[in-house]
T-cell receptor, first 112, second 114 residues
Framework: TQLLEQSPQFLSIQEGENLTVYCNSSSVFSSLQWYRQEPGEGPVLLVTVVTGGEVKKLKRLTFQFGDARKDSSLHITAAQPGDTGLYLCAGDPQGGSEKLVFGKGTKLTVNP | GAGVSQTPSNKVTEKGKYVELRCDPISGHTALYWYRQSLGQGPEFLIYFQGTGAADDSGLPNDRFFAVRPEGSVSTLKIQRTERGDSAVYLC????????????FGQGTRLTVV
């Protein structure tokens, strides 16, 4: 079973601070996605990374896929209260299966 | 509709009862997925449909769980003889085509078995 470990599990910061959350595995993934989920809602896709070493930016969010395609990170610059939510990474296992493997998520709270 | 729609939003049922959860995918999306999310966990894959057929049902926990998609659009997840451990949020997602795992999720159905 391919697992994705996310850290930290919980993160509470003040508005304006920077943060990084991590998604790690011992397995290779053909692609990796980051989602944000708010209470009572389904996950919303933020980004997909497919190439080892790839870096993608989405406004104040920077996503990186590890060179070996086993890990990824999400960095948020100058966090805002609207960034509060559960951040999930999900991997498409090597071989192109149709199902995603999700991590447990990082619950981020940004305090005003 | 514009997004994936799941009904009901909440379902409370007694242990041993049968429940059906419905998913309306985004129009034109041929791939449909069911996931289950327990409290404090990430979504866990249950089943994937490509068109009308279940292409991968390896995530269904046991034979009490069954899903159909008879016309390649709406899907129903059916759970027989519900148990308290089935309590979770059941998420449906759809994507445009096979091989495209950029899925769009519905808001989920929160199932509580009492």
């Amino acid at each position: 079973t391919q697992l994705l470990e996310q850290s930290p599990q919980f993160l509470s910061i003040q508005e304006g601070e920077n943060l990084t959350v991590y998604c790690n595995s011992s397995s290779v993934f053909s692609s990796l996605q980051w989602y944000r989920q708010e209470p009572g809602e389904g996950p919303v896709l933020l980004v997909t990374v497919v190439t080892g070493g790839e870096v993608k930016k989405l406004k104040r969010l920077t996503f990186q896929f590890g060179d070996a395609r086993k890990d990824s990170s999400l960095h948020i610059t100058a966090a805002q209260p609207g960034d509060t939510g559960l951040y999930l990474c999900a991997g498409d296992p090597q071989g192109g299966s149709e199902k995603l493997v999700f991590g447990k998520g990082t619950k981020l709270t940004v305090n005003p | 509709g514009a997004g994936v729609s799941q009904t009901p939003s909440n379902k409370v049922t007694e242990k041993g009862k049968y429940v059906e959860l419905r998913c309306d995918p985004i129009s034109g999306h041929t791939a449909l997925y069911w996931y289950r999310q327990s409290l404090g966990q990430g979504p866990e894959f249950l089943i994937y449909f490509q068109g009308t057929g279940a292409a991968d049902d390896s995530g269904l926990p046991n034979d009490r769980f069954f899903a159909v998609r008879p016309e390649g659009s709406v899907s129903t997840l059916k759970i027989q003889r519900t148990e308290r451990g089935d309590s979770a949020v059941y998420l449906c997602a759809s994507s445009f085509s096979r091989g495209n795992t950029e899925a769009f999720f519905g808001q989920g159905t929160r199932l509580t078995v009492v």
